[in-house]
């Protein structure tokens, strides 16, 4: 793990923020001098932006722009469509984006929240990871 981050969902898309998203690690990753990038996203949508077969919709044009901009500073680069059943690890850093008031990074997993940790750990550890929700009770008539 070189780096995860949460910052604070206000309005928008969530193709929007899948931009962002992408943005903010094309940036940490050459500022911090990586020029050989593997992008990986549970966004087909965004995958195929950025290899232009389709076009964005006007709205999100200028930040994929900018992503564009981005992946021209590296000399390799690769995107790579993850299913989000596959991505627990981002997919929990996303719902935790609900609850925070700032932005937050987190350079090992001891720093996670609780359950990103715990899905980090699966992961690594190469075991399956099931979608977990609670279930309503149905309560019979009288």
């Given at each position: 793990m070189?780096i995860a ?10 193709n929007?923020?899948?931009?962002e998203?992408a943005?903010?690690?094309m940036?940490w990753?050459l500022?911090l001098g990586?020029?050989?990038?593997l992008?990986?996203v549970?966004?087909q949508?965004?995958v195929?932006?950025i290899?232009h077969?389709t076009?964005?919709?006007?709205s999100?044009?200028t930040?994929i722009?900018?992503?564009?901009a981005?992946?021209?500073?590296t000399h ?6 993850t299913?989000?059943?596959a991505?627990?690890v ?5 719902k ?9 990074l987190?350079?090992n997993?001891?720093q996670l ?9 699966l992961?690594?550890l190469?075991?399956a ?9 149905i309560?019979?008539?009288?």
């Amino acid at each position: 793990m070189l780096i995860a981050f949460t910052t604070p969902l206000g309005e928008g898309t969530n193709n929007q923020a899948e931009v962002e998203a992408a943005i903010f690690g094309m940036t940490w990753s050459l500022e911090l001098g990586y020029r050989n990038v593997l992008l990986e996203v549970d966004s087909q949508l965004l995958v195929d932006w950025i290899r232009h077969k389709t076009n964005p919709h006007w709205s999100i044009n200028t930040q994929i722009m900018k992503l564009q901009a981005l992946i021209k500073q590296t000399h390799e680069f690769r995107c790579k469509h993850t299913f989000r059943e596959a991505n627990f690890v981002a997919d929990s850093l996303s719902k935790h984006s609900h609850k925070i008031t700032s932005p937050q990074l987190y350079f090992n997993r001891n720093q996670l929240p609780k359950e990103a940790r715990v899905y980090y750990q699966l992961e690594k550890l190469e075991m399956a990871s099931f979608r977990r929700r609670r279930i309503k009770k149905i309560k019979e008539p009288p």
